[in-house]
């Protein structure tokens, strides 16, 4: 059973630019959590999704961050116009239900130049 | 607000020696989760041991267990017969009745051959 995927393991982007971060959940799991890491700190809830639902946004900036998880498909974390304090660890978790441990991915390193 | 504080930022630790990392927790909740993580070079994030708050029973992965006071909101992690293996960045986290996981600033343990 694979575990949770994250692509790309690293972004690099120039200011301005889009970043378009995936997340593929462990085979069966329906919850997806999207969570941030600066340097030297530990990680910040951004956002939950039910499958093709938001439940939970309240971490995530309002401008220029979005999420989703479509029926078929990774969950999506998306960042529009990135700026330089964008640059950190994107940790996508999953899990198959409410209450039940979420597995964290590798995480994707965007690097915002 | 939940809030997760770990005292100290990096210990060290005599390789086959025990250790114990420190982790207090502020809830006004009464039934919640407690977690230690584990991050290593790779950044992965990789759950070390799981306490549910109902359970008074402290629990126990190998060589890895907890004390649980639930009273003095403490919880901390104890490393038996320390190994290379475990140097890494720890994690204190607490997941509340919303689903969401808040993490501590983490401790970056050393192990000494």
């Known amino acids: 059973n694979a575990g949770v995927m994250q692509n790309p393991r690293h972004l690099v982007r120039r200011r301005g630019q889009e970043a378009r971060l995936r997340c593929s959940p462990m085979k069966g799991h329906s919850h997806v959590y999207w969570y941030r890491q600066l340097p030297e700190e530990g990680l910040k809830f951004m956002v939950y999704l039910q499958k093709e639902n938001i439940i939970d946004e309240s971490g995530m900036p309002k401008e220029r961050f979005s999420a989703e998880f479509p029926k078929e498909g990774p969950s999506i974390l998306r960042i529009q116009q990135v700026v330089r304090g964008d640059s950190a660890a994107y940790f996508c978790?999953?899990?198959?239900?409410?209450?039940?441990?979420?597995?964290f991915g590798p995480g994707t390193r965007l690097l915002v130049l | 607000a939940q809030t997760v504080t770990q005292s100290q930022p990096e210990m060290s630790v005599q390789e086959a020696e025990t250790v114990t990392l420190s982790c207090t927790y502020d809830?006004?909740?009464?039934?919640?989760?407690l977690f230690w993580y584990k991050q290593p070079p790779s950044r992965q994030m990789i759950l070390v041991i799981r306490q549910e708050a109902y359970k008074q029973q402290n629990a126990t992965e190998n060589r890895f267990s907890v004390n649980f006071q639930k009273a003095a909101k403490s919880f901390s992690l104890k490393i038996s017969d320390s190994q290379l293996g475990d140097a890494a960045m720890y994690f204190c986290?607490?997941?509340?009745?919303?689903?969401?996981?808040?993490f501590g600033k983490g401790t970056r343990l050393h192990i000494l051959p």
């Open positions: 986290a607490y997941r509340n009745r919303d689903d969401k996981i808040i």
């Open positions: 978790a999953s899990s198959h239900d409410l209450k039940e441990t979420q597995y």
């Open positions: 809830t006004s909740e009464s039934d919640y989760y």
